[in-house]
């Protein structure tokens, strides 16, 4: 008996997507956004919603199950990485008064990420938070060619930036929510 994981999914129209695409959250009804923000913000959203999904249904020691020796990847540690990402892009939005890091030094984002209930907890929390107050700075800017913070940074590219952030790491829990249990999405 092998220790690898049966490659599996809830889907019963196509077998490597996550969910049926009429059971996809991230399937909205109707057009697409209009003009250039909305479409940015639909982005955004639709990665969260992926990185939630790659967690759903896991207990705290899968979310901290890390990849590969030597890395310290884990679901858990990417929802942390993120929670600080978005405090990062706070602070280059409003250096004048800059956020402390929320989990300490370098990689504490991911090296404190411990199959413990009461930090799984603490991560989403975190995770919220920080969207929701990095959101609410940049939906002071509606100009998206706004030069923003000490080195005039333009909205659009912390719009794009943070698209390509959750971009990047939902690809990251692709492959470790299919070594913890063989889930397969889209």
């Not at 705290?60 to 030597?70: I, K, W």
């Not at 890091?101 to 370098?106: D, Q, S, T």
């Not at 938070?129 to 913070?149: K, P």
């Not at 692709?174 to 063989?182: A, P, Q, T």
Request: overall charge negative; glycine content about 6%.
């Amino acid at each position: 008996m092998s220790d690898k994981p049966e490659r599996w999914t809830k889907a019963s129209v196509y077998p490597d997507m996550w969910v049926d695409p009429d059971d996809d959250p991230r399937n909205s009804e109707g057009a697409s956004p209009d003009g250039e923000l909305a479409t940015l913000q639909d982005f955004l959203t639709g990665y969260r919603m992926t990185l939630r999904m790659k967690c759903d249904g896991l207990a705290p020691q899968d979310l901290a199950r890390r990849s590969v020796p030597p890395s310290t990847m884990s679901l858990l540690g990417l929802v942390r990485h993120l929670a600080e990402v978005e405090r990062d892009w706070r602070n280059w939005i409003r250096p004048e008064d800059p956020a402390p890091k929320l989990y300490g030094a370098r990689d504490a984002d991911f090296e404190g990420a411990v199959a413990e209930q009461a930090v799984v907890e603490a991560a989403f929390t975190d995770l919220a938070r920080e969207q929701a107050e990095t959101d609410a700075a940049l939906a002071e800017y509606a100009d998206l060619g706004t030069r923003v913070g000490k080195d005039g940074t333009v909205v659009r590219e912390l719009w794009v930036h943070r698209i390509e952030e959750y971009a990047r790491h939902c690809g990251h829990a692709d492959l470790l929510r299919e070594c913890i249990d063989g889930r397969v999405g889209q």
